[in-house]
């Protein structure tokens, strides 16, 4: 069945056109109160919905916030298997991803735009109204990478991205339904799925090994630059049957660059094995460009941004 | 962190070598409308010296960009902190900086400043550091290449420190 799915900007108006867009097709929307319902009928206690879009900082219950997305997905996966549904926010970009018959738009605004519209809509000071649209967006942002290990600034995810800034709220809706419309005479035409690379499928919270991975994650996200987390495993020695006895998963993907980075904080002397790997898959790979952030690199990194002990 | 200085580019070869990028550049950007966009903060050391060597017009102007990990920052996302008071449409830029090392800022930059359609945009950096690279970047005009140091003065600073010494250091960690 066909999934639409509704990223947005705080405060941009994606709840608007995923709401209009789905009665207008006839789809089911599939929002906070939908999923509260299902969940519940399939007996998730209800105290779990707060996880809903959010993923909080430490010391939060995570094996229950995992459950939780976790039964989410399923719940929406299942969703999306019996009828056509618009899904707003929870990471559906990603999570259908692969799907066949997936259509992907992002809503966003300028900030100043959306502070106004938020001041506005809530009532709030200017300044309120910045700090809730910012709160908001960090607490987006954190759901994804730690649901998702990704970060959202990659455009290349979304089929549709609408300003409504420029086209006000019910022209985007006018031009979604457009777009969708062209949509649905493409996916009657049998085309080959392109190749994507796969996505860290991590039950765990955070996708990341060491606090290293997560600050540098958080650099990236700063400077706008794209990322994933671990996409790709390579292959290095097999045995005589042909299992892989050796591989190397880098760290990092950066697809604007088009570069594979590993980051150790090891010290110098101690990532003889990291550089042997490296070699090995210039070998092998010799189209791939992969890169080590040694420790002494990182080192500078966190002297440069003032982050380390002075 | 206890740390000891040494020398690596004295007062003299600096100059010397800005003498030079002075020359190139004014060769290469003869007959045309050239904006210098310094890089706040520290290579306003640099741009001073190198527009000094400059035989050409050219119109100077300051560009901030906030800096990660700095408290102030509202939204976690890098941001123009000291905008161009020049309009660089359909004019020669070159971006001068002091350093290019990871290139993140410098490509939040180029990416910037490429919107607002410059006739051409280049870069100019002082030092260069390729083994520090995470993302590509072009450095058009390159004084000298550095190994993978900590390097300070000259505008360059280590927690706001050394930015006014006359000779460029490296930043040499010491056993606490």
Same mark, same amino acid.
């Given at each position: 069945?066909?999934?639409?799915?509704?990223?947005?900007?705080?405060?941009?108006?994606?709840?608007?056109?995923?709401?209009?867009?789905?009665?207008?097709?006839?789809?089911?929307?599939?929002?906070?109160?939908?999923? /509260?319902?299902?969940?519940?009928?399939?007996?998730?206690?209800?105290?779990?919905?707060?996880?809903?879009?959010?993923?909080?900082?430490?010391?939060? #219950?995570?094996?229950?916030?995992?459950?939780?997305?976790? /039964?989410?997905?399923?719940?929406?996966?299942?969703?999306?298997?019996?009828?056509?549904?618009?899904?707003?926010?929870?990471?559906?970009?990603?999570?259908?991803?692969?799907?066949?018959?997936?259509?992907?738009?992002?809503?966003?605004?300028?900030?100043?735009?959306?502070?106004?519209?938020?001041?506005?809509?809530?009532?709030?000071?200017?300044?309120?109204?910045?700090?809730?649209?910012?709160?908001?967006?960090?607490?987006?942002?954190?759901?994804?990478?730690?649901?998702?290990?990704?970060?959202?600034?990659?455009?290349?995810?979304?089929?549709?991205?609408?300003?409504?800034?420029?086209?006000? #709220?019910?022209?985007?809706?006018?031009?979604?339904?457009?777009?969708?419309?062209?949509?649905?005479?493409?996916?009657?035409?049998?085309?080959? #799925?392109? /190749?994507?690379?796969?996505?860290?499928?991590?039950?765990?919270?955070?996708?990341?090994?060491?606090?290293?991975?997560?600050?540098?994650?958080?650099?990236?996200?700063?400077?706008?630059?794209?990322?994933?987390?671990?996409?790709?495993?390579?292959?290095?020695?097999?045995?005589?049957?042909?299992?892989?006895?050796?591989?190397?998963?880098?760290?990092?993907?950066? #697809?604007?660059?088009?570069?594979?980075?590993?980051?150790?904080?090891?010290?110098?002397?101690?990532?003889?094995?990291?550089?042997?790997?490296?070699?090995?898959?210039?070998?092998?790979?010799?189209?791939?460009? /992969?890169?080590?952030?040694?420790?002494?690199?990182?080192?500078?990194?966190?002297?440069?941004?003032?982050?380390?002990?002075? | 962190? &206890?740390? !000891?200085?040494?020398?690596?580019?004295?007062?003299?070869?600096?100059?010397?070598?800005?003498? !030079?990028?002075?020359?190139?550049?004014?060769?290469?950007?003869?007959? &045309?409308?050239?904006?210098?966009?310094?890089?706040?903060?520290?290579?306003?050391?640099?741009?001073?010296?190198?527009?000094?060597?400059?035989?050409?017009?050219?119109?100077?102007?300051?560009?901030?960009?906030?800096?990660?990990?700095?408290?102030?920052?509202?939204?976690?996302?890098? !941001?123009?902190? &000291?905008?161009?008071?020049?309009?660089?449409?359909?004019?020669?830029?070159?971006?001068?900086?002091?350093?290019?090392?990871?290139?993140?800022?410098?490509?939040?930059?180029?990416?910037?400043? &490429?919107?607002?359609?410059?006739?051409?945009? !280049?870069?100019?950096?002082?030092?260069?550091?390729?083994?520090?690279?995470?993302?590509?970047?072009?450095?058009?005009?390159?004084?000298?290449?550095?190994?993978?140091?900590?390097?300070?003065?000259?505008?360059?600073?280590?927690?706001?420190?050394?930015?006014?010494?006359?000779?460029?250091?490296?930043?040499?960690?010491?056993?606490?």
């Amino acid at each position: 069945m066909t999934v639409i799915t509704v990223s947005r900007q705080f405060g941009a108006g994606g709840e608007l056109l995923a709401r209009t867009v789905a009665e207008e097709l006839g789809f089911l929307l599939v929002d906070r109160k939908l999923i /509260a319902a299902g969940l519940a009928e399939l007996g998730l206690p209800p105290q779990l919905v707060r996880f809903d879009e959010t993923a909080p900082k430490a010391e939060q #219950p995570e094996k229950k916030r995992r459950f939780y997305v976790t /039964a989410l997905h399923e719940y929406l996966m299942n969703l999306a298997a019996s009828r056509s549904i618009v899904l707003l926010g929870r990471g559906g970009q990603f999570l259908f991803r692969d799907h066949a018959d997936a259509f992907h738009i992002f809503v966003q605004a300028p900030l100043t735009q959306r502070v106004e519209w938020v001041s506005q809509i809530y009532g709030l000071e200017e300044k309120a109204a910045a700090r809730l649209v910012r709160e908001q967006e960090q607490r987006k942002r954190r759901y994804i990478r730690r649901a998702f290990g990704h970060s959202r600034v990659d455009m290349a995810l979304y089929d549709l991205i609408l300003n409504t800034a420029k086209l006000t #709220p019910q022209g985007a809706v006018k031009t979604a339904l457009f777009a969708l419309s062209r949509f649905s005479e493409r996916a009657r035409q049998p085309v080959a #799925p392109a /190749a994507v690379p796969g996505i860290r499928e991590s039950g765990k919270d955070s996708p990341f090994m060491h606090e290293s991975e997560t600050e540098f994650a958080r650099v990236l996200d700063f400077y706008n630059i794209p990322w994933q987390y671990e996409p790709r495993t390579f292959p290095l020695q097999w045995d005589s049957e042909g299992h892989v006895t050796e591989a190397f998963t880098p760290d990092f993907y950066l #697809p604007d660059q088009n570069i594979y980075v590993e980051l150790t904080t090891q010290r110098q002397k101690l990532v003889w094995k990291k550089n042997r790997k490296m070699r090995r898959l210039k070998e092998l790979y010799p189209e791939v460009n /992969a890169k080590i952030v040694y420790g002494k690199d990182y080192s500078s990194l966190l002297k440069k941004f003032g982050l380390d002990k002075e | 962190m &206890k740390h !000891r200085l040494e020398r690596l580019l004295s007062q003299e070869e600096i100059q010397a070598e800005i003498a !030079r990028l002075g020359q190139d550049i004014s060769r290469d950007y003869a007959g &045309k409308e050239l904006v210098l966009v310094c890089v706040l903060r520290g290579s306003v050391y640099f741009a001073v010296d190198l527009s000094r060597r400059l035989s050409i017009p050219f119109i100077l102007d300051f560009i901030g960009i906030s800096s990660y990990g700095q408290e102030t920052d509202p939204l976690g996302i890098v !941001r123009i902190t &000291k905008d161009l008071d020049v309009h660089i449409a359909g004019r020669e830029v070159l971006i001068v900086e002091d350093i290019v090392d990871t290139g993140l800022s410098l490509n939040y930059l180029l990416r910037n400043l &490429k919107t607002r359609h410059p006739a051409g945009l !280049r870069v100019c950096s002082l030092l260069n550091v390729p083994a520090r690279r995470i993302v590509t970047v072009p450095v058009d005009y390159q004084g000298f290449e550095l190994p993978n140091v900590y390097a300070v003065g000259y505008g360059l600073d280590y927690h706001e420190r050394y930015r006014n010494l006359l000779e460029i250091a490296v930043l040499i960690e010491e056993p606490q």
